[in-house]
């Protein structure tokens, strides 16, 4: 069984920073993609950042230039690094990853950018 355990959310003004990171734990061998996806209210999940176990990222347009992903695969964690933070930057960030053909995600946790 893997678990998901996400931290760093909170409330930020417009312009902060925040980091958000997620361990995943449980009985695997290696973790494939992981990555960070967020959701607002009324709107549907969408993707926000993936990286690959070779470190390869991918960035939606909106967050590209201030958020950054990374991934420490000693520890099983991925990290996301949010600057210039924006009220539309407000969601349930929830982190994703793929092991094998499975998919897990985390709890999820707020971000709320006030402006």
């Known amino acids: 069984q893997v678990q998901l355990v996400e931290s760093g959310g909170g409330l930020v003004q417009a312009g902060g920073s925040l980091s958000l990171s997620c361990a995943a734990s449980?009985?695997?061998?290696?973790?494939?993609?992981m990555g960070w996806y967020r959701q607002a209210p009324g709107k549907q999940r969408e993707l926000v950042a993936t990286?690959?176990?070779?470190?390869?990222?991918n960035y939606a347009d909106s967050v590209k230039g201030r958020f950054t992903v990374s991934r420490d695969n000693a520890k099983n964690t991925v990290y996301l690094q949010m600057n210039s933070l924006k009220p539309e930057d407000t969601a349930v960030y929830y982190c994703?990853?793929?092991?094998?053909?499975?998919?897990?995600w985390g709890q999820g946790t707020q971000v709320t950018v006030s402006s």
């Open positions: 990286i690959t176990s070779g470190g390869n990222t």
């Open positions: 994703r990853i793929t092991i094998v053909r499975n998919t897990y």
């Open positions: 449980g009985s695997f061998f290696r973790i494939n993609d």
